[in-house]
Protein backbone atom coordinates (compact mmCIF):
# COMPACT_ATOMS: atom_id res chain seq x y z
CA UNK A 1 0.00 0.00 0.00
CA UNK A 2 1.66 3.55 -1.07
CA UNK A 3 1.82 6.20 1.80
CA UNK A 4 -0.55 8.96 0.45
CA UNK A 5 0.80 12.57 -0.01
CA UNK A 6 -1.01 15.34 2.13
CA UNK A 7 -2.89 18.08 -0.52
CA UNK A 8 -1.53 21.44 -0.82
CA UNK A 9 -4.15 24.17 -0.63
CA UNK A 10 -3.54 27.58 -2.17
CA UNK A 11 -6.08 29.07 -0.82
CA UNK A 12 -8.17 28.73 2.50
CA UNK A 13 -8.95 29.21 5.45
CA UNK A 14 -6.26 27.20 7.55
CA UNK A 15 -2.86 28.08 6.92
CA UNK A 16 -1.08 24.67 7.42
CA UNK A 17 -1.91 23.64 4.17
CA UNK A 18 -1.03 26.54 2.04
CA UNK A 19 1.67 27.45 0.08
CA UNK A 20 4.51 28.52 2.07
CA UNK A 21 7.04 28.90 -0.43
CA UNK A 22 8.79 32.14 1.13
CA UNK A 23 9.02 29.67 4.54
CA UNK A 24 10.20 26.48 2.50
CA UNK A 25 13.15 29.11 1.02
CA UNK A 26 13.92 30.40 4.74
CA UNK A 27 14.40 26.67 5.75
CA UNK A 28 16.46 25.47 3.07
CA UNK A 29 18.60 28.78 4.12
CA UNK A 30 18.41 27.98 7.45
CA UNK A 31 19.18 24.16 7.03
CA UNK A 32 22.90 25.58 6.66
CA UNK A 33 22.86 26.83 10.13
CA UNK A 34 21.13 24.21 12.45
CA UNK A 35 19.20 21.43 12.32
CA UNK A 36 17.95 21.55 15.34
CA UNK A 37 13.80 21.51 14.97
CA UNK A 38 13.39 24.49 17.62
CA UNK A 39 16.03 26.91 16.44
CA UNK A 40 14.28 26.07 12.62
CA UNK A 41 11.15 27.08 13.90
CA UNK A 42 11.96 30.83 15.69
CA UNK A 43 14.59 31.11 12.09
CA UNK A 44 11.15 30.15 9.81
CA UNK A 45 8.52 31.77 12.00
CA UNK A 46 6.30 29.25 12.48
CA UNK A 47 4.11 28.28 15.83
CA UNK A 48 5.29 24.69 16.23
CA UNK A 49 8.01 22.38 15.38
CA UNK A 50 4.92 20.09 13.51
CA UNK A 51 5.12 23.04 10.83
CA UNK A 52 9.32 22.64 10.35
CA UNK A 53 8.20 18.86 9.80
CA UNK A 54 5.25 19.98 7.43
CA UNK A 55 7.76 22.55 5.81
CA UNK A 56 10.18 19.51 4.81
CA UNK A 57 7.33 17.36 3.53
CA UNK A 58 6.49 20.21 1.18
CA UNK A 59 10.08 20.92 0.09
CA UNK A 60 10.46 17.06 -0.82
CA UNK A 61 6.79 16.65 -2.34
CA UNK A 62 8.09 19.74 -4.87
CA UNK A 63 11.25 18.17 -5.88
CA UNK A 64 9.81 14.79 -6.32
CA UNK A 65 7.17 16.55 -8.97
CA UNK A 66 9.88 18.46 -10.43
CA UNK A 67 11.87 15.06 -11.03
CA UNK A 68 8.41 13.22 -12.01
CA UNK A 69 8.17 16.32 -14.51
CA UNK A 70 11.13 16.21 -16.02
CA UNK A 71 11.14 11.95 -16.13
CA UNK A 72 8.45 12.59 -18.52
CA UNK A 73 9.96 15.37 -20.76
CA UNK A 74 7.85 17.98 -19.07
CA UNK A 75 9.80 21.12 -18.68
CA UNK A 76 9.74 24.87 -18.61
CA UNK A 77 11.09 24.82 -22.71
CA UNK A 78 8.69 22.21 -23.30
CA UNK A 79 5.50 24.42 -21.98
CA UNK A 80 6.73 27.56 -23.37
CA UNK A 81 7.38 25.62 -26.87
CA UNK A 82 4.05 24.53 -26.77
CA UNK A 83 2.51 27.58 -25.69
CA UNK A 84 4.03 29.41 -28.27
CA UNK A 85 3.24 26.91 -30.97
CA UNK A 86 -0.42 27.51 -29.80
CA UNK A 87 -0.11 31.31 -29.88
CA UNK A 88 1.20 30.62 -33.94
CA UNK A 89 -1.01 28.33 -34.81
CA UNK A 90 -4.36 29.60 -33.24
CA UNK A 91 -7.48 28.79 -34.99
CA UNK A 92 -9.12 31.83 -33.27
CA UNK A 93 -7.89 34.94 -32.45
CA UNK A 94 -9.47 34.13 -28.55
CA UNK A 95 -7.39 31.05 -28.36
CA UNK A 96 -4.27 33.16 -28.94
CA UNK A 97 -5.57 36.09 -26.99
CA UNK A 98 -5.75 33.46 -23.67
CA UNK A 99 -2.63 32.09 -24.22
CA UNK A 100 -0.71 35.38 -23.99
CA UNK A 101 -2.54 35.72 -21.12
CA UNK A 102 -1.18 32.64 -20.12
CA UNK A 103 1.73 34.20 -20.39
CA UNK A 104 1.37 37.38 -18.66
CA UNK A 105 -0.22 35.41 -15.88
CA UNK A 106 3.20 33.70 -15.30
CA UNK A 107 5.03 36.53 -15.26
CA UNK A 108 2.72 38.45 -12.68
CA UNK A 109 1.95 40.98 -15.32
CA UNK A 110 -1.61 39.60 -16.11
CA UNK A 111 -3.22 42.27 -12.98
CA UNK A 112 -2.21 45.57 -11.94
CA UNK A 113 -1.79 45.70 -8.15
CA UNK A 114 0.30 48.26 -5.82
CA UNK A 115 2.95 46.44 -4.06
CA UNK A 116 3.16 47.14 -0.34
CA UNK A 117 6.07 48.90 -0.57
CA UNK A 118 3.86 51.64 -1.78
CA UNK A 119 5.02 51.44 -5.84
CA UNK A 120 2.48 51.12 -8.48
CA UNK A 121 3.89 47.79 -9.13
CA UNK A 122 5.21 46.31 -12.65
CA UNK A 123 4.38 49.79 -14.15
CA UNK A 124 6.75 51.36 -11.98
CA UNK A 125 9.55 48.65 -12.50
CA UNK A 126 9.31 49.11 -16.58
CA UNK A 127 9.48 53.33 -15.66
CA UNK A 128 12.41 52.36 -13.70
CA UNK A 129 14.01 50.07 -16.43
CA UNK A 130 13.77 53.18 -18.75
CA UNK A 131 15.35 55.65 -16.81
CA UNK A 132 18.41 53.01 -16.01
CA UNK A 133 18.74 52.92 -19.67
CA UNK A 134 18.85 56.72 -20.04
CA UNK A 135 21.31 56.85 -17.23
CA UNK A 136 23.33 54.40 -18.86
CA UNK A 137 22.70 56.55 -22.46
CA UNK A 138 24.56 59.71 -20.92
CA UNK A 139 27.20 57.57 -19.50
CA UNK A 140 28.08 56.12 -22.94
CA UNK A 141 28.31 59.88 -24.36
CA UNK A 142 32.33 61.05 -24.46
CA UNK A 143 32.50 63.78 -22.54
CA UNK A 144 35.86 65.38 -23.08
CA UNK A 145 37.76 67.59 -20.78
CA UNK A 146 41.87 68.58 -20.97
CA UNK A 147 43.74 67.17 -17.79
CA UNK A 148 46.25 69.35 -17.15
CA UNK A 149 49.15 67.75 -14.62
CA UNK A 150 50.08 69.56 -11.51
CA UNK A 151 53.48 70.93 -11.46
CA UNK A 152 55.90 69.18 -9.01
CA UNK A 153 57.64 71.34 -6.82
CA UNK A 154 61.65 71.65 -6.96
CA UNK A 155 62.42 69.73 -3.68
CA UNK A 156 60.42 66.87 -4.59
CA UNK A 157 62.02 66.70 -8.31
CA UNK A 158 65.57 66.52 -6.20
CA UNK A 159 64.33 63.72 -4.03
CA UNK A 160 63.44 61.86 -6.75
CA UNK A 161 66.29 62.18 -8.76
CA UNK A 162 68.33 61.19 -5.72
CA UNK A 163 65.98 57.87 -4.92
CA UNK A 164 66.79 56.90 -8.49
CA UNK A 165 70.24 57.53 -7.81
CA UNK A 166 70.21 55.30 -5.01
CA UNK A 167 68.37 52.49 -6.31
CA UNK A 168 70.55 52.44 -9.31
CA UNK A 169 73.64 52.18 -7.59
CA UNK A 170 72.09 49.09 -5.74
CA UNK A 171 71.60 47.64 -9.05
CA UNK A 172 74.77 48.16 -10.99
Given amino acids: MSKLKPVVFVEGKYAYNAQNTTQQIMLLKALRITQDPKKL?????VK???DVYRTLDKIAMRKEYHNAL???G?????VVDNIKDEIDHAGKASDKLKA????LKSVGL???EE????GGGWEDLVEDAREEKDEEQLMEEAVEYEVVPPEMPESVKK?????????KELYD
Fill in 110 to 112: DKY
Fill in 100 to 103: LNMI
Fill in 48 to 50: TVA
Fill in 74 to 78: ITFDY
Fill in 115 to 118: TAIG
Fill in 159 to 167: AKEKSNLET
Fill in 41 to 45: KDLIG
Fill in 70 to 72: VKK
